[in-house]
């Protein structure tokens, strides 16, 4: 296992980082080539100063968990140090101090390594367009090849739909579209909400990254069982990807859809 702490604990924020949790420890720990395989899983999760790059924000911090075979293979999680003020409704939220990011490694640098680390992955996370729009923006931003991202496309990795287009435009497989679809009597869609409603306990604090990337990673794991014991057998991701735009009333008919399409 190979192991890298970035997210740093300064002196001075002692008693800040007292109220945080395991979040904080944890920086890269991967299996040996954990995204080398094509069925590998990446679950993200940034936290930012911000809704959008379109609007100045930038990310702050970046959590990935690995999934492959139902189970967790690797995680990354890093603060990345922008240059940009963090507001304190923003500190209040995550934690996340203007003196913790003034140690932490530059955007571009965390970039580059995450991108390394999901490479040929498959991409996920709750509310993905939020995510995704941070992934592509700091990618491009740290001049990463292939700017919009490394992700399977619409298929799946190693699908018709997964090759060379996907660069451009990855698919995000999203946990916030497709636990309304399956689970509509949950109260609200949001993380926390669904993870205390499935009894997933948390890791660490919430609005941490890595905390959260873990709690989605787990709800993806619950919507795979739940697919498969509803609808199908093997559940791809191209499949879960196809489910996330359907109608909850047309779940079983885009199922038959996708395999006769296969």
């Known amino acids: 296992m190979q192991t890298r702490h970035n997210i740093p604990e300064p002196a001075n924020d002692a008693a800040q980082v007292a109220a945080l949790d395991v979040a904080l420890d944890v920086a890269l720990v991967a299996a040996p080539d954990a995204a080398a395989s094509p069925d590998t899983i990446a679950v993200i999760d940034f936290e930012t100063t911000g809704m959008s790059p379109a609007m100045g924000a930038r990310a702050t911090e970046i959590a990935v968990v690995l999934l492959r075979e139902g189970r967790v293979v690797g995680r990354y999680a890093s603060l990345m140090r922008s240059g940009a003020w963090v507001p304190p409704f923003i500190e209040q939220l995550t934690g996340i101090s203007n003196r913790m990011l ?84 949950v109260p609200n869609h949001k993380l926390g909400t669904l993870a205390r409603w499935h009894g997933i306990r948390p890791t660490g604090r919430a609005h941490r990254a890595l905390a959260d990337a873990e709690m989605a990673a787990e709800l993806w794991l619950r919507i795979v069982d739940d697919v498969q014991r509803r609808y199908a057998a093997t559940v791809p991701f191209g499949l879960l990807c196809a489910l996330q735009r359907t109608p909850k009333q047309q779940l079983a008919r885009s199922v038959a859809r996708y395999f006769a399409g296969a």
């Open 102 to 185: 003034a140690s932490a490694p530059p955007a571009d640098q965390v970039m580059r390594e995450v991108s390394d680390f999901t490479r040929g992955c498959a991409m996920v996370a709750h509310n993905a367009g939020f995510d995704r729009g941070f992934w592509q923006h700091e990618r491009a931003l740290a001049g990463c090849d292939g700017a919009g991202g490394d992700g399977a496309g619409k298929d799946g990795p190693g699908s018709k739909g997964g090759a060379a287009g996907a660069a451009a435009e990855p698919t995000f497989g999203c946990t916030l579209l497709l636990s309304r679809r399956l689970w509509p009597e």
